[in-house]
């Protein structure tokens, strides 16, 4: 870890990636908790407790500069303490283990394959990040641990790549069987903040200080929230946590490549208004033709969403499926339905005022012009 491959060190340059990861990994995932190990002289050694503070483990990780790396790292202890440390992840959540790796050796007290063997049925995934060369024990572990898929294993060519492949793992995975993907229900408590005059005890680290949040079950004072309760095991977050959730719970559906064929219903973008390549003249192209090339993109560039059935470019499909995590053409046709629904209201709205105008004025035939200008 002390090569100088990748500046301004491997060791360096792994505790700043890191610190980005919390970083990304809490605005990715905020009602999610994450635990810190490191390996050292053969052991596992704790960085920082499972927590849902990404302040908590930064600090932790920078105090990590003080010490320079020695020793073998070993990789079954470390996994083994990971796996102590997730036992306890509910059912509705997944397991993963994040491992950043510069050794091209592993010193194991015990056989290592055991310890891979009792990780895939508590589904635990691990993906690794190596800084040396590629590992058959890491290529193992990754495959048994993500159900023969090794693309989980990357090798560092360059400082950007080594970010680029480390921050991948923020994005929660795929669901495999179908339990997970069930659909249920989790309850969840949305504390309230205090601010004592005098600092107390929090439940959770035992730290004296004057402010924090009450359990909305059994107002037990914890520090930091999201969190779990202490005392009555309820999960503890708050609603902007569950907001910035949304797309991981309800992610937005693929586009579908667009056939020629279909192409002839627009001329541009409909998010961005970038003018499309121009349909064949008809005859020109069959209508069996396929949408897609041979690698994998639309023959005519355009994307169309299943729901809207708008056309979008490549970039806007990035953009949304990465960033936005909305379909322009979906919100744009709600707020279209919504406007309908809103002036309609307003036409029965003023029918409803002139009938009833109209009746005052059958009724009260004697009235005073004021009074029927005020019944209106």
Same mark, same amino acid.
């Given at each position: ?46 960085? *920082? ?22 020793? *073998? ?304």
């Amino acid at each position: 870890m002390i090569e100088k491959d990748l500046r301004p060190t491997r060791y360096l340059l792994s505790i700043r990636y890191a610190c980005d990861f919390v970083r990304e990994y809490f605005e990715q995932n905020p009602i999610s908790q994450l635990g810190v190990i490191g390996m050292r002289d053969g052991l596992a050694l704790r960085v *920082s407790d499972m927590s849902g503070n990404p302040v908590y483990h930064i600090d932790q990780i920078e105090k990590l500069r003080l010490d320079d790396p020695a020793g *073998s790292p070993s990789l079954q202890n470390a996994l083994e303490m990971a796996r102590a440390a997730l036992f306890h992840t509910p059912s509705h959540g997944t397991r993963e283990v994040v491992i950043i790796y510069g050794a091209l050796w592993s010193a194991d007290p015990g056989d290592i394959h055991d310890t891979i063997r009792s990780l895939v049925p508590d589904k635990i995934r691990v993906s690794i990040v190596g800084l040396a060369a590629q590992v058959s024990i890491c290529k193992e572990l990754v495959k048994r641990t993500n159900g023969g898929d090794v693309s989980s294993y990357h090798i560092a060519l360059n400082e950007v790549h080594f970010r680029e492949k480390l921050l991948e793992a923020t994005t929660p995975p795929i669901t495999r069987s179908q339990k997970m993907s069930a659909n249920g229900l989790l309850m969840m408590g949305f504390p309230s903040r205090i601010v004592e005059r005098t600092a107390s005890l929090c439940a959770c680290h035992s730290i004296p200080n004057k402010g924090g949040y009450l359990c909305s079950r059994c107002s037990t004072k914890v520090c930091t929230l999201p969190s779990e309760c202490p005392a009555c095991g309820l999960t503890l977050i708050l609603s902007t946590h569950l907001a910035r959730s949304y797309h991981h719970l309800f992610p937005l559906r693929n586009w579908l490549e667009v056939s020629w064929t279909e192409a002839q219903k627009s001329t541009h973008c409909f998010s961005c208004h970038k003018v499309f390549p121009v349909p064949p003249k008809e005859g020109a192209v069959t209508t069996n033709a396929p949408a897609k090339t041979g690698h994998n993109t639309s023959v005519s560039s355009r994307y169309t969403c299943p729901d809207c059935g708008q056309h979008f470019c490549v970039d806007c499909d990035v953009f949304c499926h990465e960033t936005l995590y909305n379909c322009p053409g979906c919100q744009s046709l709600s707020e279209e339905t919504k406007q309908k629904t809103k002036s309609s209201q307003v036409v029965r709205g003023k029918r409803k005022k002139r009938s009833d105008v109209a009746a005052v004025n059958g009724v009260e035939n004697g009235a005073s012009t004021a009074d029927v200008m005020v019944i209106d």
